[in-house]
């Protein structure tokens, strides 16, 4: 991929509450139909940084523009063209799959068809149940799902993987890269570095509310071992979680 | 680009996820439905039967003679004949009976009977209103054939709308009803939304605040007037609830019923901000429905009440709901006839959003 557009600009942002500094002075830009990733441990700054350009918090101070909006004065258009997936969001109760997709799509003024979108995310089976009754898997591809139905320039994972299982979660990386490859820029958030390296064309490292590195995964590699350093235990050609997967198999099953 | 956004299409979807999940919550339907109901069940049952006197007739007494007969042509007055002296006064010093009469022959002529009549304390009430009869069929007895000397009393009924009990009950039940929707309903609801980031998800699309709290009182108030109007039907067709115009008056409650929900969520909307978790909820909103429920008319007249509790009494919005409904409702009054109760109930709603602006939280 050549040389890209940025679609996002985050410029010196700074989210400070009463007491603490959640970000102090974060500086990034995402390209136009990549898979960003933001890494880093809990308490960082990763989920703030996100909601603010999400236009959900206000920012201290700094400069953020998606797809040439700013957040500032163009939060309801910014809305219109991303999706969002919010760590531990709930859904309206009592209501099935296909229900509260006819619900997102009201809210977002557009017409879809709700089992084409669950469909999309491999959950037909499930129409007519409950979101609560979906399985942690399945929970995360229906949030996935409610963030498509704009077909959106941006959709944005907080922690999409957390507490899935193995297949889930490789069944999960498939249908991200699915929706890049579809034209949409994705920005995610992880706690697995084995997720990012795979899935991420560009990563940025937040500590302490400061990005202390961003390149791609294999760059940020080959700097490290450049420097020299060595794993303690040299590298198998498979790891446990290879291991794992090829004796319980492939497929993600649901329960 | 696209069609612009519309607001109004996302209000009515929020409507209708809403209203489908109401419909689908057990609670919603047993506050909204089933308690009004059953009460008006109870009472639809119990009512209609007015005063009774227990008059126990005493072991021994004499049963064939005018006295006992014209008793028993009296619908008021109760006989009871067969319990014997020792039933007779337990139940007299615990109230369950009224007064115990024994009627004997004279031996000695005239006046050809004597009647024995002994009252209770545990029932004064009672005792007067037979005294009173009493005093009544001995007169027309003993002057049977006899030409009054100073007057003589012509008596002639008008005849009214029969008020039945349910004529009172429901309007009462009605407004318990719409208070309790709106108010466990809408705090309960919010809260829940709020705690489990439904609100936040909606958030990150388009949606306006305005939207989503219109969209859920579009929700409660339709779901509070067709169990309003369920209840009416129920009333009228089972119980004889009058319904003077029909329709008309219908129509006129549903109109104060959607006013009273209305005002009834902004005490929710309030509960829900103040909440500081689940279990908060119910304490805070029955602090806000007991006293409306027990005080304002919905089950006794507030007339009833001692003089002092009376000013409270008015000062509550769900008086006046229950107030304007009656009126509405037995006395065929329009909407324009109880402006006074509507203005009340505006004028709360007023001070109670004023309320609800300031605590209410989003997240």
């Known amino acids: 991929m050549d040389k890209r557009n940025a679609i996002i600009s985050v410029k010196d942002l700074v989210k400070t509450y009463d007491d603490f500094t959640a970000v102090q002075g974060i500086s990034f830009e995402v390209y136009e139909h990549e898979i960003f990733g933001l890494l880093g441990p809990n308490g960082a700054g990763k989920t703030t940084t996100l909601e603010i350009i999400e236009t959900l918090r206000e920012k201290t101070s700094g400069e953020i523009t998606v797809n040439g909006l700013s957040v500032d004065k163009d939060a309801g258009q910014i809305k219109q063209i991303i999706g969002v997936q919010l760590q531990a969001a709930g859904y309206y109760p009592s209501l099935n799959l296909v229900e509260l997709m006819e619900l997102f799509s009201g809210l977002y003024g557009v017409d879809i068809k709700p089992m084409e979108m669950l469909e999309k995310v491999n959950l037909q089976d499930k129409a007519k149940a409950k979101y609560k009754a979906l399985s942690g898997g399945q929970k995360q591809r229906f949030s996935i799902a409610t963030t498509l139905i704009n077909s959106p320039k941006i959709i944005f994972l907080d922690e999409p993987t957390t507490g899935l299982d193995p297949q889930a979660r490789r069944n999960l990386w498939d249908l991200i890269t699915e929706i890049r490859n579809g034209g949409t820029t994705v920005v995610i958030t992880t706690h697995y570095m084995d997720e990012a390296e795979q899935l991420c064309d560009r990563v940025a490292f937040v500590e302490h509310g400061k990005v202390i590195a961003l390149d791609s995964p294999d760059n940020l590699i080959d700097n490290l071992v450049s420097s020299g350093f060595e794993r303690k235990k040299e590298v198998k050609k498979a790891n446990l979680e290879d291991v794992f997967i090829h004796l319980t198999g492939q497929q993600w099953r649901e329960g | ?363």
């Open chain 2, 1 to 363: 680009m696209k069609k612009p956004y519309s607001n109004t299409k996302a209000t009515l979807a929020l409507a209708k996820a809403s209203f489908r999940s109401i419909m689908r919550s057990p609670s919603a339907v047993v506050f909204t439905l089933a308690f009004p109901l059953i009460f008006i069940l109870v009472f639809g049952f119990l009512g209609g039967g007015g005063v009774k006197v227990d008059l126990a007739i005493a072991p021994g007494s004499d049963v064939q003679n005018p006295i006992i007969g014209a008793l028993e042509k009296i619908a008021v007055v109760r006989l009871v004949k067969d319990q014997n002296a020792a039933e007779v006064k337990t139940n007299l010093e615990k109230g369950h009976l009224d007064a115990v009469i024994s009627v004997q022959k004279n031996p000695a002529g005239l006046p050809a009977f004597i009647a024995d009549v002994k009252y209770t304390s545990a029932s004064m009430d009672k005792g007067n209103i037979l005294k009173s009869i009493l005093n009544n069929l001995l007169y027309s007895l003993n002057t049977q054939n006899v030409k009054p000397t100073v007057a003589q009393i012509k008596e002639s009924t008008v005849t009214g709308r029969i008020y039945r009990t349910i004529d009172f009950i429901l309007p009462g039940q009605l407004g318990f009803s719409l208070l309790s929707t709106g108010v466990f309903g809408t705090a309960f609801v919010f809260f829940s939304l709020r705690q489990t980031l439904v609100i936040k998800r909606f958030f990150a699309t388009p949606v306006k605040r305005s939207s989503i709290v219109i969209g859920e009182g579009l929700a409660r108030i339709g779901f509070a007037l067709i169990g309003a109007l369920f209840i009416i039907l129920v009333g009228h067709f089972f119980f004889h609830f009058t319904l003077i115009h029909g329709t008309i008056t219908v129509l006129n409650m549903l109109v104060l019923a959607a006013i009273g929900v209305i005002v009834f969520m902004g005490f929710g909307f309030v509960v829900s901000g103040l909440a500081k978790s689940e279990s908060t909820i119910p304490p805070i909103s029955n602090i806000i429905t007991l006293p409306q429920f027990l005080l304002s008319g919905t089950f006794f007249s507030i007339n009833a009440f001692p003089s002092w509790l009376q000013p409270i009494s008015r000062a509550l919005p769900l008086t006046y709901l229950n107030d304007a409904m009656r009126k509405v409702a037995f006395e065929g009054a329009g909407l324009w006839d109880v402006k006074h109760q509507i203005l009340i109930m505006l004028i709360w709603g007023l001070g109670i959003y004023a309320v609800a602006v300031k605590v209410f939280k989003w997240e």
